[in-house]
């Protein structure tokens, strides 16, 4: 167990270091080597215990090519956006003779640390992974270890490994586009947590879109990235902004949120305000009125998403691929036209 008074995460260089032998040297004797004495076994094995080292056996079975694994870590696995995506990461590691390993960390840093420790102690060859924190301090333990990670949807500050992402900048900006061209002027929009990459670009892309509006000022409400945030967010912005026609809601379990909202304040869709979400739902279509969406190729980013990492894997040192797939927008009855009928 790593002591807590360490600053860092003990490495095998630091074994070798205070042991006075080569990190070669330390590796023969985790593995048990016949060729390192007794007397020298002890001497390495008291430093690491002395030091807390755990040896990554992970990176041991890669390096022996005897590990067909893949750590799978989302943010949410509640959300069906992940659900989607999974679905097209286990088709292609499937068919390329490879395990899953799935992992939730229900957007909570700690315990995303504890499940990318425990990929690491059951031994992985990569790790897909939602990030939660927006920092690549967060993700240390996996890059010192040596051991691939695939950045999906949200994308770390800093964190410089291959990636797959929508053009979120883009997709929100053509949904306030097509509220702006339907004659709405008071464009309110409902967003997740600045930290997360997929939440602060979304509501650039908004930002950008209201330029195009004289005068205008953004109405924002920012919650969390859950039904039960969209409605606080929602429930919040309809009660202090009166004059909103139009939303936009830059995730699909915070568009269920906002839905409830606007019901439960008794306003018309699109009578009395227009509505835009993201992701096609299965759900987004028995709505009454259907409702207009951003719909992302959820399954084929996680299919690239997995062709991407065993990519790595096997070639470890290629040049860092940072995939970007686009949008469309889906326009049904949820937008309508503008109606001079306003809520109250």
């Not at 840093?109 to 690491?120: G, T, V």
């Not at 919040?236 to 269920?256: E, F, G, Q």
Request: glycine fraction near 6%.
């Amino acid at each position: 167990m790593i002591k807590k008074e360490n600053p860092h995460k003990i490495t095998v260089h630091d074994v070798a270091k205070k042991a006075e032998v080569s990190t070669a040297t330390v590796s023969r004797v985790i593995n048990n080597s016949d060729t390192v004495s007794n007397d020298l076994k002890i001497r390495v094995q008291a430093v690491i215990n002395e030091l807390g080292y755990r040896p990554n056996r992970a990176a041991h079975h890669l390096r022996s090519g005897k590990v067909k694994r893949v750590g799978v870590l989302f943010a949410d696995i509640r959300n069906p956006f992940f659900t989607s995506v999974l679905a097209g990461i286990e088709n292609y590691l499937h068919q390329a003779d490879y395990a899953l390993i799935l992992g939730n960390s229900n957007e909570n840093p700690k315990i995303e640390r504890m499940q990318l420790q425990a990929f690491l102690d059951e031994g992985v060859a990569g790790i897909i992974l939602s990030s939660v924190a927006n920092t690549s301090a967060q993700y240390q333990q996996v890059i010192e270890a040596g051991i691939p990670i695939l950045a999906i949807d949200r994308i770390p500050d800093n964190l410089k490994v291959d990636s797959i992402s929508i053009n979120n900048i883009k997709a929100a900006k053509e949904a306030t586009e097509h509220l702006i061209h339907l004659g709405h002027k008071n464009i309110a929009f409902i967003g997740g947590p600045e930290h997360i990459s997929t939440a602060r670009l979304r509501k650039l892309g908004y930002l950008e879109a209201l330029e195009k509006i004289p005068n205008n000022k953004p109405t924002i409400e920012l919650g969390d990235f859950t039904q039960a945030g969209g409605y606080r967010a929602t429930t919040n912005l309809l009660s202090t902004h009166k004059n909103v026609s139009a939303l936009l809601v830059a995730n699909n379990l915070m568009t269920l949120g906002a839905l409830e909202a606007i019901h439960e304040k008794k306003i018309l869709i699109p009578d009395q305000i227009a509505l835009v979400g993201f992701d096609d739902m299965p759900w987004a279509t028995s709505l009454q009125p259907p409702l207009t969406v951003v719909s992302q190729p959820t399954y084929d980013m996680g299919k690239i998403a997995a062709r991407l990492l065993l990519d790595r894997i096997h070639n470890p040192d290629s040049p860092i691929q940072q995939v970007t797939l686009e949008t469309h927008l889906i326009v049904r009855e949820s937008c309508g036209g503008l109606n001079k009928t306003r809520y109250t």
